[in-house]
């Protein structure tokens, strides 16, 4: 069973940044591939950004790209989404996500692509 637990939401003017962390336990952290995804009032969940076991492989939403990196620290068992010249319509609740791999494959970007999910941390960027 793996657990995961966002921090670093809060509340943002629109230009600004902030950094997400994703702590995971309760497996081995380098055999996992994980997600980021967020979910605004009266919407869908979508995917934002994922980070493969090895690092190799970080795709991103277009609506992101060229704002929004991802990284992972092993010895921490963190994954960080760093955002940038952030948007009001980047507000929502962001979610990490995280799968077991065994083989290195590429990070997916459907939510059904994972089996383990964090409880949100909320962002909101003020116009």
């Known amino acids: 069973q793996v657990q995961l637990v966002e921090s670093g939401g809060g509340l943002v003017q629109a230009g600004g940044s902030l950094r997400l962390s994703c702590a995971a336990s309760g497996y081995t952290f380098s055999r996992l591939n994980v997600g980021w995804f967020r979910q605004a009032p009266g919407q869908e969940r979508e995917f934002v950004a994922a980070?493969?076991?090895?690092?190799?492989?970080?795709p991103f939403a277009d609506s992101v790209k060229g704002r929004f990196t991802i990284s992972r620290d092993n010895a921490k068992k963190t994954v960080y989404l760093h955002m940038s010249s952030l948007k009001p319509e980047d507000t929502a609740v962001y979610y990490c996500?995280?799968?077991?791999?065994?083989?290195?494959?590429?990070?997916?970007?459907?939510?059904?692509?994972?089996?383990?999910w964090g409880q949100g941390t909320q962002v909101t960027v003020s116009s």
């Open positions: 980070i493969s076991r090895s690092g190799a492989d970080t």
């Open positions: 996500a995280a799968r077991n791999v065994i083989l290195t494959v590429p990070a997916g970007v459907q939510a059904g692509s994972y089996d383990y």
